[in-house]
Nanobody, 115 residues
Framework: QAQLVESGGGLVQAGGSLRLSCAAS????????MGWYRQAPGKQRELVAT???????DAADSVKGRFTISRDNAGNTLYLQMNSLKPEDTAIYYC?????????WGQGTQVTVSP
């Protein structure tokens, strides 16, 4: 069964940038949309950004203008470009693929932004 493998997290100073990747280890079909969630300690999970199979995107107000979601042409790798990072962006970031047959989730990658 295909899995999602995330990479790109790490420690960065405020104002810096990171690029998260989420790659499918096998073929995933009938993808309807993809996206990123994040969860900070003691806080509820938050939907960060989404992209549909027709490349329509949306993002949370808290990251609009700073984060950009995209995918590769094959549609099996998802990206999140994060610029102008703030300490409040510190969280574990999870990617997902929503398909006709169900959802796939990444293992999570830690993003830590220092003041």
């Amino acid at each position: 069964q295909a899995q999602l493998v995330e990479s790109g997290g790490g420690l960065v100073q405020a104002g810096g940038s990171l690029r998260l990747s989420c790659a499918a280890s096998g073929s995933i079909f009938r993808i309807k949309d993809m996206g990123w969630y994040r969860q900070a300690p003691g806080k509820q999970r938050e939907l960060v950004a989404t992209i549909t199979s027709s490349d329509s995107t949306d993002a949370a107000d808290s990251v609009k203008g700073r984060f950009t979601i995209s995918r590769d042409n094959a549609g099996n790798t998802l990206y999140l470009q994060m610029n102008s990072l703030k300490p409040e962006d510190t969280a574990i970031y999870y990617c997902y693929f929503h398909t006709t047959w169900g959802d796939y989730w990444g293992q999570g990658t830690q993003v830590t932004v220092s003041p």
